[in-house]
């Protein structure tokens, strides 16, 4: 104990045991392990989400600790990606082109290749308590007709869970694979709640998060949205009026922008190249600005009076107020300058891969 | 004027005149212009540092006038890089293998390459009242050898001028061109100070910054350096005992240390792999991080006790203290774990290109 003291925890390389060290995820080890020994990699590329980098030392250890004691290559070189992640969107393809095997954690693939090696990282959370308490805040099932069931990639095991807790409850449960960016039905995203489109009147979000059920809340404003968050353990419902207000005073700042800067992202499945070409189409004065991580700081060097983002339609909605102009979405853009009305706005979602 | 006043300076597109907006830098926009008409070009990349991307929007005006008016093309999309940029080690390749004509203005070349077109952008600040003043500080050319002179790129349009001012006060002026990483004779980089190897005991360094100089008496601690500021017309000695200190202390804090950050830049001129796998071969403790931008923010993330940075060496030093760990050169490394005494680190160079 008092000789265990000095290694941090999961530090497996002193003991050559422990291996099974705490934690929360499944890492998969035997999936990145094989992927070594077929391919007699030399490098291993991790990637992880902005939350779990701190994991990836251990990761790293448990990796180099696999390989000498099954003895699959002579030694491997683990490479930590240290660029910001924020989805399966958001592949280092700097460190994937140059490693021989690249491990993705923490999201569901956004499109499937032989190059990336995708481990989800699904929460362990009982997702039954906060289904179980969402039911006072959903109309009863005799009333309304089916019933939507959504979710987000780190609930996904417990899918089949959650839709049998309201069969049980005598709810017809309503469920798609919106389309090719998700990997499973039922599956929403920031940035696409296709999988929300099902002829129901009510849905259930099951899931963290501020922004994701609003979103999913503005791209389906015809229907009820039940947010069930099983980590903070609450239930709400769905309200869009303060985010709708927002959007309408950004759009109203940006009507007398002269000049429009409009943002192409460079992440592999974040760019959106024609919309950004329609807008420079539509207008002399607006300029075409390349960048991987939208941020304020990279901004506030160029000279515009408004920006359009083409890329994650997150950055623009929840970090909006971040930037020293005003940042809109491709369809504010369109009502900032007199394309549409202001009313028709929605939310912008995104819906293809790479 | 009243007409006018509705658009900004150096707006170009309505007028079809002003080609001759006020401005310090000469864009060379004849040189671009004649790479888009031999290439028959579509897109046009422009790559600007980050004091200056502020000047992007009227450069690609200017180019689509010029494209107009001299009929280059028949259309052409101009790309502005929002990326982060703080040298010609920092090409934005991503934007450079998208476009057809891709210009990096601001550096001089670090690399001669067919794919890039490098615009220095030369200051006109006249340098010689302040080398006049400098007089005061060197000392008199009879009594000591003979006098180093470097500057940086910015300023080395006028470096024969500075050069026979010296002379025609008795000096014998000393220069070369360091090495490959530097285009010019007498230029220096932040991060490489060759170009002072002279035989001289004394150095006229002539340039802003102040972070340029102290790395130039850092290398050179056997020469007296005297710094001319043209821009900021002051005239100082460098001193690095306050410099070195805060490195001292780093490296101290640094000495606890168990689990290492690694940091390998990816940055086109910006990675050293070699120092990076030397480190990580000689501790087990010791964890490869990739990534572009190296900041606090990114490296909050990673659960480490202290980074080498391989990268850049500004970074390390000049933005050092606003990390959250220790942040230490890769010879600053080996004495913070007892590979070599404290008092042989010196200043971290970098000397190849790619």
Not at 59 to 68: G, P, Q, S, Y
Not at 84 to 101: E, F, N
């Amino acid at each position: 104990m008092s000789q265990d003291s000095s290694y941090s925890e999961g530090d497996l390389r002193n003991t050559g045991m422990r291996l099974k060290h705490d934690r929360e995820w499944d890492y998969e080890l035997d999936r990145i392990a094989e992927a070594i020994e077929e391919k007699d990699a030399d490098t291993v590329g991790l990637q992880f989400p902005e939350g779990l980098k701190r994991r990836g030392p251990r990761v790293a250890d448990d990796i180099r600790a696999l390989v000498e004691e099954r003895d699959l290559t002579d030694d491997v070189r683990v490479l930590l990606s240290g660029q910001p992640c924020y989805g399966a969107c958001d592949l280092d393809t700097y460190l994937m082109k140059r490693s021989d095997v690249f491990v993705h954690f923490g999201h569901s693939p956004m499109k499937q290749t032989e190059k990336v090696i995708y481990v989800p990282l699904f929460s362990n959370v009982d997702v039954l308590p906060i289904i179980d308490e969402a039911l006072e805040e959903l109309t009863d099932p005799t009333e309304e007709g089916p019933l939507g069931l959504v979710t987000t990639a780190q609930h996904m095991n417990r899918f089949d869970e959650m839709r049998s807790a309201l069969e049980d409850e005598g709810y017809e449960v309503k469920t798609r694979r919106g389309d090719d960016r998700l990997t499973h039905e039922g599956q929403v995203l920031g940035c696409n709640y296709a999988s929300a489109d099902v002829d129901a009147d009510q849905i259930l979000y099951v899931g963290g998060g501020k922004f994701h059920p609003l979103g999913l809340a503005m791209e389906h404003p015809d229907k009820r949205v039940v947010i069930a968050d099983p980590v903070n353990n609450v239930v709400t419902v769905a309200d869009t009026e303060k985010f709708i207000k927002q959007r309408y005073a950004s759009v109203h700042k940006a009507m007398d922008a002269q000049k429009w800067g409009v943002i192409f992202c460079t992440k592999i499945g974040q760019g959106r190249w024609e919309d950004a070409e329609r807008i420079l189409d539509d207008n002399d004065d607006a300029y075409l600005i390349t960048m991987d991580e939208v941020t304020p700081d990279r901004l506030r060097n160029f000279d515009m009076d408004a920006f359009v983002n083409t890329g994650c339609p997150r950055i623009t909605t929840d970090d909006g107020p971040r930037f020293h102009k005003p940042m809109l979405t491709p369809g504010e853009y369109d009502a900032a300058v007199g394309n549409k009305p202001l009313s028709e706005i929605g939310f912008d979602t995104f819906h293809d891969t790479w």
